[in-house]
């Protein structure tokens, strides 16, 4: 199956990769927030950046990332935070398709503010609605 798929999806360009796996989470489609958890449908402990912390941590930005702990009677709650990535190391290789710049930052999800030193929203709407058409 594995072999069937990569024959008809491997050379499309929109496919960074795929893998089989269960109970898939559906990632960014449809996020409601950059910037805070669904209760609903994301389990969070420790140390779990939002996805707008996220993708300042892969551009290699150090960021303050929330810390969560277990309680009651919500499942968990910010107790702490810490600033990862303090050296600022990029997951985006330079040799790589984006040339070292986050896929996100590409699409003009987002952005860094040099002169304030900090990553900021640009299409808040960008996974709920088709970028291209607008529609949901």
């Not at 969070?44 to 009677?73: D, I, K, M, N």
């Amino acid at each position: 199956m594995s072999e069937l798929l990569a024959k008809t999806v491997g050379d499309l360009d929109g496919v960074l990769g795929f893998e089989m796996f269960n109970e898939p989470h559906r990632g960014y489609i449809e996020l409601q927030s950059f910037h805070s958890w669904d209760y609903n449908t994301d389990l969070h402990l420790s140390y779990c950046p939002t996805a707008f912390e996220s993708f300042q941590l892969g551009a290699g930005h150090p960021t303050a990332v929330g810390a969560w702990t277990r309680s009651f009677p919500m499942p968990t709650r910010r107790t702490s935070s810490v600033v990862l990535n303090p050296h600022g190391r990029s997951a985006w290789r330079l040799d790589g398709p984006s040339e070292g710049k986050c896929i996100w930052e590409l699409h003009d999800v987002w952005g860094w503010d040099n002169i304030r030193n900090k990553g900021v929203m640009l299409r808040e709407n960008y996974f709920k609605h088709d970028p291209a058409t607008g529609k949901k």
